[in-house]
């Protein structure tokens, strides 16, 4: 503890000698002037506060900008972009709005994208992050259950968004949440099950606190292994969440609602107007309680957007457009070994009809190029020569010869 010393010694800071000083550890003292100087000082230092955030030093950017900024990184998709750009916009807006005397309160704008495997929702959710440069966590909706049982409590969500911005509160109340597998969550039937569903109805019930917003209690390491642990208090009111999932077989669901609104003398005419091949574009929240989730968790998620089924000039594209296209990460790999790699257009035409026919989508596709690149990448180190450039082109041949090797059923077992 702190004791006061006798005049006849000297400040350490001031170097004057003062009665009723306080010695450290080290022997080194303080008098009270020096307590009350630096005291003040604190004072006028500029507190850390809610506005603290990542917007502060640059402005928002607008949907234009965000959009333009998906672009590069992300191929089609018009309408999911055009739906995301303005909800993120209108959600930051949100974020960074001062109090104002009219009392009006903006509600949350929390997203949810439908679309088959493969076709980029989660792309779109991590490259608004890299943007916006706020934390970021992917969460799998699959391994959640009901506190109480063997999984994850919905908590578990917030714990990765605090990993992500280095367990500093004011970031992670500020981040992106994308929660992935969100259809399978459903619960079994249409009507309130009188039983636990412990991985269905009973995850939706406990993510509508936090997606709607209040102050969650989230064990730092786990609550199930470390019951001693201090919680962290985590208010999800600023927190933008975006779901994805494929919601396998709601195209049923929606043939049979918009066969039923096309009856009468013009219902010939309305059922021509269907796109059949993808009925996806004509989701609406009544299909989604038809297919399980609840309308709590429906009413949560306001903006409702799909995503296109890839085509092959899609899947083609992807291979060569985007800024981390994968034509181009292959190529940066083996410039690193004095590699010079080229890829035949008849090869990725090949690549682009494998993925298609056996319905891989993009993220197929990075598996058939490791199928064709995994021995060119496995033997080019050892055969270069270091003071010599190379140049090898991957031919379609090359690529039939590899991919006739491997095992395209359990590529498709793996996505």
Known sequence: MAKKKENNEVCSFCGRPMPNMFSGMDGSLICCECIEAGHMLVAKMPKKTDKDDTFANEPLPTPRAIKEFLDQYVIGQETAKRFLSVAVYNHYKRVLQSADEDGVEIEKSNILL??????????????????LKVPFAIVDATALTQAGYVGEDVESLLVRLLQDADYDLIK?????????????????????????????????????????????????????????????????????????????????????????????????????????????????????????????????????????????????????????????????????????????PEMLDYIVDKAFENKLGARGLRGLMEMVMTDLMFEMPDNKDANAAHAFTVTKQYAMEKIEKADLHQLQQAL
């Open 114 to 131: 439908v679309g088959s495997t493969g076709t980029g929702k989660t792309l779109l959710a991590r490259t608004i992050a890299k943007m």
């Open 172 to 344: 992670a109340q500020r981040g992106i949440v994308f929660i992935d597998e969100i259809d399978k969550i459903a619960r079994k039937s249409e009507n309130p099950s009188i039983t636990r569903d412990v991985s269905g109805e009973g995850v939706q019930q406990g993510l509508l606190k936090l997606l709607e917003g209040s102050i969650v209690n989230v064990p730092p390491q786990g609550g199930r292994k470390h019951p001693e642990q201090e919680f962290i208090h985590v208010d999800t009111k600023n927190i933008l969440f975006i779901c994805g999932g494929a919601f396998d077989g709601i195209e049923r669901k929606i043939a049979q609602r918009m066969n039923t609104q096309v009856v009468g003398f013009d219902a010939q005419h309305k059922a021509a107007k269907l796109d059949k091949d993808n009925l996806l574009q004509y989701v609406a929240p009544q299909d989604l309680k038809s297919f399980g989730l609840i309308p709590e968790i429906i009413g949560r998620l306001p903006v409702l957007t799909y995503l296109e089924p890839l085509d092959k000039v899609a899947l083609r594209n992807i291979l060569t457009e985007p800024k981390n296209a994968l034509v181009k990460q292959y190529a940066k790999l083996l410039k690193m070994d004095n590699v010079a790699l080229s890829f035949e």
